[in-house]
């Protein structure tokens, strides 16, 4: 993986950001971009302080701001190897009093934002080139008070099997990967205690995911070693079915 350029969405928190760190120690060069947060943004180039490391102000969800950064991206290195499409937000509530407003906005940074990214990274993608759409448990395996949520990452898992079979043109590889409750700002602020505790009881390995069990995952999938892997989904929850 060594000098291969990779786009990791929302890389400043929690999973994207273990995800830019395994990426780094591998040679990657990195670009990410976050929407909000400019402290986070700070404190990974702090942390990192590496020349290969490149962060952008970029909402997923605005189809402009993404083609502007896929033009400094395609000025500055010519060309992509990997996206990892893994920006995302939970806004819950029930169906019945679910603000359409916010369920748009769930739909189009956790869903589109990933269309849109996809959409405009494939001319600038080498052949070859490998894409990892993070989606969720709640994408297989739905709840109550997250219907927005639930549904986009639903929507994930397919939207990449149709990426996987038009992309394979350039021989590009898609799968997404699944995690199950991972414990970083976006699910601690999404679920109570008891909630957490629950999940715990209901994984057979007796611990929660991680930021690096996904990372991990993430890099095999982008890797050569998986090289005939493509349109997969890869659900990764400790047995908790
Ligand atoms: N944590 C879990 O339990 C869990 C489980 C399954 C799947 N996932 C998925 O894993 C992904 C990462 O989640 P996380 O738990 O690591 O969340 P997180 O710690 O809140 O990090 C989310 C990242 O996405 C960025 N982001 C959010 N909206 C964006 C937008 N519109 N455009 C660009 N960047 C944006 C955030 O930056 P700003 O704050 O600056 O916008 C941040 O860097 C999400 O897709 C989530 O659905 C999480």
Redo the contacts with the bound molecule.
């Keep these: 993986m060594n000098n291969k350029i990779a786009l990791v969405?929302?890389?400043?928190?929690?999973?994207?950001?273990e995800i830019v760190i395994e990426l780094l120690s591998k040679g990657c060069k990195v670009i990410t971009?976050?929407?909000?947060?400019e402290e986070?943004?700070q404190k990974l180039k702090q942390e990192m302080d590496s020349e290969n490391l490149l962060i952008f102000k970029?909402?997923?969800?605005d189809e402009k701001q993404v083609i502007n950064m896929m033009q400094i991206i395609k000025e500055k290195f010519g060309s992509l190897d990997y996206l990892i499409n893994?920006?995302?937000?939970?806004i819950d509530n029930l169906i019945k009093d679910f603000d359409i407003e916010d369920f748009k906005n769930v739909l189009n940074?956790?869903l589109l934002?990933k269309v849109i990214c996809t959409k405009h990274v494939y001319p600038i993608m080498n052949y070859g080139g490998s894409i990892v759409n993070?989606?969720?448990?709640?994408g297989i395996v739905p709840c109550t008070e997250s219907p927005a949520?639930c549904a986009a990452?639903a929507g994930i898992i397919n939207f990449t099997k149709a990426t996987a079979l038009e992309f394979s043109d350039k021989k590009i590889r898609a799968n997404s990967i699944?995690?199950?409750?991972?414990?970083?700002?976006?699910?601690l602020r999404g679920w109570k205690q008891e909630e957490i505790e629950q999940k715990l009881k209901e994984t057979p390995l007796g611990r929660f995911?991680t930021?690096e069990d996904?990372a991990k995952l993430c890099l095999f999938l982008l890797s050569d070693d998986s090289n005939f892997i493509t349109g997969e989904n890869i659900w990764i929850n400790g047995g908790r079915l």
């Excluded at 995690?179 to 976006?186: D, K, S, V, Y």
Aim: overall charge neutral.
């Design positions: 969405t929302g890389g400043t928190s929690g999973i994207g950001k971009c976050y929407s909000n947060n986070n943004a970029c909402d997923v969800s893994n920006a995302g937000t939970f940074i956790n934002g993070i989606s969720s448990h709640l949520y990452a699944c995690p199950a409750f991972t414990p970083t700002p976006l699910s995911a930021p996904t």
